[in-house]
């Protein structure tokens, strides 16, 4: 008997352990397991409920925002960079025009002061002309004349 008596108190022992367990799993499941959310309502409230999902349609509004700035600068800057090679033609083209007549006034210069010099030396010749003729200078003395005047003019 004593071996019946073994066995009952064993079994009354493991039948107390497992509703030991039983009661306290079931109080587990009571305070906290039931109020463990699933991954569906998880995602529901990331989606929808969230403080974050608001800051999320911010950000992306700015972010729309931001690439319209973009393009219009984008298109501002085209447009900008177009003009500046017109004008580096046209400065381009205005630097030739520009040396073509400072060339031009050059010459210009050149023959007006080969006009003057030609015009002195027409008039030197009629006045030593006129001379000769009213003292009737010989071509020997007209050329020590002339000598003695690019003396003068050397030294000056």
Same mark, same amino acid.
């Not at 931001?66 to 900008?80: F, N």
């Given at each position: 008997?004593? *071996?019946?008596?073994?066995?009952?108190?064993?079994?009354?022992?493991? #039948?107390? /352990?497992?509703?030991? @367990?039983?009661?306290? %799993?079931?109080?587990?499941?009571?305070?906290? /397991?039931?109020?463990?959310?699933?991954?569906?309502?998880?995602?529901?409230?990331? %989606?929808?409920?969230?403080? &974050?999902?608001?800051?999320?349609? #911010?950000?992306?509004?700015?972010? /729309?925002?931001?690439?319209?700035?973009?393009?219009?600068?984008?298109?501002?800057?085209? $447009?900008?960079?177009?003009?500046?090679?017109? %004008?580096?033609?046209?400065? /381009?083209?205005?630097?030739?025009?520009?040396?073509?007549?400072?060339?031009? @006034?050059?010459?210009?210069? &050149? $023959?007006?002061? *080969?006009?003057?010099?030609?015009?002195?030396?027409?008039?030197?010749?009629?006045?030593?002309?006129?001379?000769? $003729?009213?003292?009737?200078?010989?071509? $020997?003395?007209?050329?020590?004349?002339?000598? #003695?005047?690019?003396?003068?003019?050397?030294?000056?």
């Amino acid at each position: 008997m004593e *071996e019946n008596q073994t066995i009952i108190l064993f079994w009354q022992s493991l #039948s107390t /352990a497992c509703v030991g @367990i039983i009661v306290t %799993l079931l109080g587990f499941w009571a305070t906290v /397991a039931r109020k463990i959310i699933s991954k569906d309502e998880i995602s529901h409230m990331i %989606l929808h409920d969230s403080p &974050y999902s608001k800051d999320r349609e #911010s950000i992306m509004d700015r972010l /729309a925002t931001t690439k319209e700035v973009y393009v219009a600068l984008s298109i501002t800057l085209q $447009k900008v960079i177009e003009v500046m090679n017109e %004008l580096r033609v046209q400065i /381009a083209t205005l630097s030739i025009t520009l040396n073509s007549l400072e060339g031009r @006034i050059d010459i210009g210069d &050149y $023959k007006d002061r *080969e006009r003057e010099r030609d015009d002195n030396r027409d008039s030197h010749d009629r006045n030593e002309y006129l001379a000769r $003729k009213n003292k009737q200078i010989t071509p $020997k003395t007209r050329k020590t004349k002339i000598d #003695s005047e690019e003396d003068t003019d050397t030294t000056t």
